[in-house]
């Protein structure tokens, strides 16, 4: 069934996602409406390979029969940028003599699809993920959705034009040297670069294999944020995966102390108008709260030459030196004359250069020592493509500016929009952190993406108010429950008795079993497992004084402990898990998704 289109239509993947599980849009009108839009853009240059309508509707339909309320992406579609394995469809990375028909997903899309993603195309790129701008394909260049003389950003240039354009809520990009923050900005959307190894890059076809990382672009921070949780975790078939929970989105802090450049570092080539909207940007900090506090961005421009003037060239090489060496017609020009540099480089080279970055993390660590985060332009400026195509080495060089020392320097990242110029070219801002603060940069990223009243993407729709925290007042702290703690069952008495208060009734992200103890009274535990490979379960949130939640804790008994548990729609928050050394005669109930329905049985048999 093809579903009315329009802004009144569902665009995010929350709304999108809440009207699925609403019963007022299935999945299988979502897809259709998508295909529907593909075909009404009409830009071939956008998706290398699409699925076939048919087939991405039936699976869309399938979802039916699944728990809706346990898949965080409930009938949501997505596009893969095409140096990312999907099953299904041939990875070229944008080169048709490099394609190959991967054998599985890659542990990225398996998780989205775990979560109810449906994937339906594998979108084009800046060849082997070597540039900025997105006009280095044979298979054309996709147009910007925001101005068709503009360059779609690149590498990741059709998955930021599918988002940018509406045809798709999510979209996968890769951040090696800003290739998930440029065309964000071109496009006026969000591109959330998470900290290297927060997700696993299985899968991923390497363009400097030491610095890259999948990212993600969407419409709103919140919904970024949601697929980032659903693909985070470690992976034991990347080497670089490192497990790093995303942790909870919360208030604006009170204190929050944001970096700016020291007067007369900033660098916009002549663009005043770029220059007056990052002056609007700061001052809009300003509004909300935020402290701007003076810091020296030269050690982080030094760095930012060392990725292309330094060995990391070498790793782009290591990559295609097989087809350089066999059909060296087959790559792009442009990308040729850079990758091909990388044959030259020395040991010597290499050593002295990884020196130097590390003295420069020094200074970048001392940096944050009394900073939350950075908040630089995301591009200095922003060009048509005509010129790129005039001077195709010069100004993709420019648009690294702020991006490039970013991975190197093992920071995570969110580019948020942050205007749209007179001239009709968006203007955007990227704020930086050390590694493992990805949830801090999506709490004042969402808060100052909302402030700007900005229409989504390119269709004009506007942002809804941002979603209510689940957060308690006071000196209250959440802890979530999953068993005989909950509403009405065996030891509910004991939380009612230290005066809790129940918050709300959710699930687990998709990453747990949960177990029959043999305890009196009875109970479950909770174990964390390798995400996608558990499930999600029912569990009740409620809130303690403080003082309360130290006695309560205290009581609790072998082999019951208290961790972090994520949640199906990616906060995080504490709650009841158990030790592992008990299963053993533990009894597996994941199937029955919660302890009421184990139980409802368990006293009929």
């Not at 916009?268 to 300003?286: C, N, P």
């Not at 390119?458 to 999953?482: C, F, T």
Request: proline share 7%; with cysteine; net charge neutral.
């Amino acid at each position: 069934m093809k579903a009315e289109m329009g802004a009144e239509q569902p665009e995010t993947i929350a709304a999108i996602v809440a009207a699925h599980r609403a019963g007022t849009m299935t999945p299988a009108q979502t897809v259709a409406r998508t295909y529907q839009r593909i075909r009404d853009h009409n830009d071939p240059a956008i998706f290398i390979s699409l699925r076939d309508e048919k087939d991405a509707i039936a699976e869309a339909g399938k979802l039916a029969a699944k728990d809706a309320a346990s898949l965080p992406l409930y009938g949501v579609p997505v596009a893969v940028k095409d140096n990312i394995d999907a099953l299904g469809f041939p990875t070229t990375a944008g080169c048709p003599a490099f394609s190959y028909a991967p054998t599985h997903d890659s542990t990225a899309v398996e998780r989205l699809r775990a979560a109810g993603a449906i994937i339906i195309g594998k979108t084009n790129l800046d060849q082997f993920a070597t540039g900025l701008v997105g006009v280095r394909s044979p298979y054309g260049i996709p147009r910007n959705s925001i101005r068709e003389d503009l360059i779609p950003g690149g590498s990741s240039s059709g998955s930021a034009v599918a988002v940018g354009a509406g045809l798709v809520p999510l979209s996968l990009g890769t951040d090696t040297a800003g290739s998930g923050r440029v065309p964000a900005l071109l496009n006026n959307i969000v591109g959330l670069k998470p900290s290297l190894g927060m997700i696993s890059t299985a899968g991923l076809v390497p363009a400097c294999r030491t610095l890259d990382c999948i990212s993600v672009f969407a419409l709103t921070v919140d919904d970024a944020a949601l697929a980032l949780s659903v693909m985070t975790g470690p992976d034991q078939a990347d080497p670089f995966s490192r497990d790093r929970p995303l942790g909870a989105i919360t208030p604006l802090p009170a204190n929050l102390r944001l970096g700016v450049p020291r007067n007369g570092q900033l660098i916009f080539f002549g663009d005043k108008k770029a220059e007056a909207a990052y002056g609007e940007a700061l001052k809009r900090w300003t509004t909300l709260g935020a402290e701007l506090v003076e810091f020296d961005l030269e050690p982080f421009y030094e760095t930012a030459r060392l990725l292309y003037e330094g060995p990391w060239v070498a790793e782009r090489y290591l990559v295609i030196k097989n087809l350089l060496a066999s059909a060296p017609d087959s790559i792009h020009p442009v990308t040729r004359e850079i990758t091909a540099a990388g044959a030259r480089l020395t040991a010597a080279e290499t050593f002295s250069a990884l020196y130097r970055l590390q003295g420069l993390r020094k200074i970048a660590e001392r940096t944050f020592a009394n900073i939350d985060a950075l908040v630089l332009p995301t591009a200095p400026t922003a060009y048509t493509t005509a010129q790129v195509l005039a001077n195709p080495v010069e100004l993709n060089s420019r648009l690294g500016t702020y991006t490039n020392f970013v991975n190197l320097l093992d920071l995570c990242g969110l580019a948020v929009p942050a205007a749209m110029r007179t001239d009709g070219t968006p203007f955007g801002i990227t704020l930086l952190a050390p590694a493992g603060r990805d949830a801090m940069l999506a709490s004042i990223g969402r808060v100052f993406h909302a402030d700007t009243k900005l229409t989504l993407g390119a269709k004009g729709v506007a942002q809804a108010p941002l979603a209510a925290l689940a957060r308690s007042s006071g000196d209250e702290i959440p802890i979530a429950v999953v068993g005989a703690h909950l509403s009405g069952m065996a030891l509910n008495g004991e939380l009612k008795t230290l005066n809790a208060k129940l918050i709300e009734a959710t699930r687990t992200a998709p990453d747990y079993k949960l177990y029959a103890l043999k305890t009196t009274p009875p109970k479950p535990g909770l174990l964390r497992v390798e995400a996608g490979t558990g499930a999600s379960i029912e569990l009740e949130i409620w809130s303690l004084s403080s003082s309360a939640f130290g006695k309560f804790v205290n009581a609790i008994p072998a082999p019951m402990a208290i961790g972090t548990i994520r949640l199906a729609d990616g906060r995080s928050v504490k709650g009841f898990l158990v030790e592992p050394e008990a299963l053993g005669a533990a009894r597996d109930i994941t199937a029955y998704g919660g302890w009421r329905a184990y139980m409802k049985e368990a006293a009929t048999t």
